[in-house]
């Protein structure tokens, strides 16, 4: 969980969501996922309910459809 708050206390700084747009916290989680445990789009949502990824993106209910 460590290295995920560094990425995401980062990217709030930069304010990298806001940023990105509409779907900001969504591309954030790939890149978190990409950096913390690299998984397939079709297996994210399933690592993303073991992470705690939804308390900081506030992703409630990510469905492979979304990250499309």
């Not at 990217?11 to 916290?25: K, P, V």
């Not at 993303?48 to 308390?55: P, S």
Request: aromatic share 8%; charged share 20%; with cysteine.
């Amino acid at each position: 969980m460590g290295p995920m708050l560094v990425l995401n206390y980062l990217a709030q700084e930069i304010g990298l969501s806001e940023r990105l747009g509409e779907y900001g916290n969504e591309l954030l989680s790939m890149a978190y996922a990409h950096c913390m445990d690299y998984e397939s789009i079709n297996q994210m949502p399933d690592w993303f309910e073991k992470t705690d990824l939804n308390m900081l993106l506030d992703l409630e209910g990510l469905t492979e459809n979304r990250l499309l």
